[in-house]
């Protein structure tokens, strides 16, 4: 059993900085591709960034391409998203997969996190 732990969310003003980590437990964290995806209540889940698993290819969506970085630290088993110059509208909550494949599609990825909520102010 794979579980995916994320943390590091919060309240933050605009132009400020988060970084959100995930913790991966229960498999070979290395033999994974990992990815970032964000969710507004009632809005379909987005895709934000994904790195592959020897963390020598990343990808982002275009609303996040210059602002978050993503990485890995396979010796930790911890994957991160490095979010800077927040704005209003990257509130959502955030959520880390685990998968065989590297992808911007979910359906790519076997195991998620719970969520954690982001919340950019005005």
């Known amino acids: 059993q794979v579980q995916l732990v994320e943390s590091g969310g919060g309240l933050v003003q605009a132009g400020g900085s988060l970084r959100l980590s995930c913790a991966v437990s229960g498999r070979t964290f290395s033999s994974y591709a990992m990815g970032w995806f964000r969710q507004i209540p009632g809005k379909e889940r987005e895709f934000a960034a994904a790195?592959?698993?020897?963390?020598?290819?990343?990808y982002y969506a275009d609303s996040v391409k210059g602002r978050f970085t993503i990485s890995r630290d396979n010796a930790k088993n911890t994957a991160y998203l490095q979010m800077n110059s927040l704005k209003p509208e990257d509130t959502a909550v955030y959520y880390c997969?685990?998968?065989?494949?590297?992808?911007?599609?979910?359906?790519?990825?076997?195991?998620w996190g719970q969520g954690t909520q982001v919340t950019v102010s005005s």
């Open positions: 790195i592959a698993w020897s963390g020598g290819s990343t």
């Open positions: 997969a685990a998968g065989a494949q590297y992808s911007d599609s979910g359906w790519a990825y076997d195991y």
